[in-house]
């Protein structure tokens, strides 16, 4: 028990730290409704990561995934397509970025998180966390 603990522990860790969440509270916290949307954006996110959870847990035991001792090939080719997918899309980043002393355009979600309503703060925290 321990060691799954110890071993998921770090993914707990990923998903607490990542920048877009961070930020997206940060948001809805200083928004016009913080008081209805902060706790709203909260019970999203722990919604979601409850459902992706069990999701998970119910596709791993499902497919014998603590018997197996060996990845499969299909695995490593996952990975292989989702690292090629995250480079392309560092790519199309990087040509988009804007030019030396230009001011950078805030993305559309963030600067509509201030007139959030409770649902879409709801929806919000859902699909951050999902």
């Known amino acids: 028990m321990g060691k799954g603990i110890s071993e998921v522990l770090t993914f707990a860790v990923g998903v607490a730290i990542s920048p877009v969440p961070i930020i997206a509270v940060t948001l809805v916290l200083f928004s016009r409704r913080a008081r209805v949307n902060g706790p709203l954006f909260l019970l999203g996110w722990v919604l979601a990561l409850g459902v992706v959870s069990a999701i998970v847990y119910l596709v791993a035991d499902q497919g014998g995934a603590a018997t197996s001792s060996t990845g499969s090939d299909s695995i490593a080719w996952g990975k292989?397509?989702?690292?090629?997918?995250?480079?392309?899309?560092?790519?199309?980043?990087?040509?988009?970025?804007?030019?030396?002393?230009?001011?950078?355009?805030?993305?559309?979600?963030?600067?509509?998180?201030?007139?959030?309503?409770?649902?879409?703060?709801?929806?919000?925290?859902?699909l951050l966390a999902g």
């Not at 995250?86 to 963030?110: F, I, S």
């Open 80 to 126: 292989i397509v989702l690292g090629v997918l995250l480079l392309l899309l560092a790519l199309r980043n990087w040509r988009k970025r804007p030019a030396p002393g230009a001011e950078p355009e805030m993305p559309k979600w963030m600067a509509g998180i201030d007139a959030l309503a409770p649902g879409k703060a709801f929806g919000l925290g859902f």
